[in-house]
């Protein structure tokens, strides 16, 4: 099935809007073939501002009506123990309040950004979206993530190059405890980072420790930038560490 028929089929769509390159070229092939639609943005504790703030500029770019959710993912007690399974939990939570909005807003239909290169079997949250029956038009018709990227471009979506981003719950290890203050730390420190330019990077959890995960064509710019990196990341953490495996 190409995407065009699978709205024109289902003119009617509530989509999760995370921001990111898959979600927003769904939404714009949503408001391109589709009749009515809905955004909807979750901001928890686990997604940082800037992605709200892309996602707000998109949805005004293309003209969509998009509603902000406030979800507390640390109440649940699970999601917060952070265990292995921790994403399958949180898409559970998540998506039952966006069901909630869209079916207060006339809406039978809930979509969102899994693609074609979406590994299910390392994915705990799509079973989540399976249970709950949550639709992924972009995995349905077969698109893969280096496509989506190019018809992005070619849509003149800013997003087409924007790297893929993974909750800042994914830098804390599993099994150990997440809290609002070590969100808040990691945040605050690749905010740092990106301020500085790199790209497509992590700053993980080690122990009470900090590991910098870049790509190889970045590892320059870390030793260029060590003494800034290290007076700020040791403001939070006892130890700053190079991952000399290159991200990517």
């Not at 992605?51 to 993912?73: F, H, N, S, W």
Request: proline share 4%.
């Amino acid at each position: 099935m190409k995407l065009r028929e699978f709205f024109l089929k289902n003119p009617e769509t509530a989509i999760a809007f995370s921001g990111g390159a898959d979600s927003a070229y769904l939404l714009y092939a949503a408001m391109r073939w589709g009749k009515r639609v809905k955004a909807y943005y979750v901001k928890s504790q686990f997604q940082p501002e800037f992605e709200l703030q892309d996602a707000l500029e998109l949805a005004k770019d293309l003209g969509v009506d998009m509603e902000v959710i406030r979800v507390d993912v640390l109440a649940d007690p699970v999601i917060a123990s952070n265990p292995i399974d921790r994403c399958y939990y949180c898409k559970k939570m998540i998506f039952n309040e966006i069901k909630k909005a869209a079916t207060a807003d006339g809406f039978s239909l809930l979509l969102d950004g899994t693609n074609a290169s979406d590994d299910a079997g390392d994915r705990p949250g799509m079973k989540a979206l399976t249970e709950l029956e949550v639709r992924s038009p972009l995995r349905e018709c077969a698109l893969t993530k280096s496509e989506i990227r190019e018809r992005s471009k070619e849509a003149g979506l800013f997003t087409w190059e924007k790297p893929a981003y993974a909750c800042l719950a994914t830098r804390i290890p599993a099994g150990t405890e997440i809290t609002e203050e070590k969100l808040q730390i990691t945040e605050q420190g690749e905010r740092f980072l990106a301020g500085l330019g790199f790209t497509d990077f992590r700053i993980r959890m080690m122990g009470n420790g900090a590991r910098l995960q870049v790509p190889g064509a970045q590892f320059a710019m870390v030793l260029a930038h060590r003494k800034e990196i290290t007076a700020e990341l040791k403001k939070y953490y006892g130890a700053v560490l190079l991952d000399l495996e290159e991200r990517g």
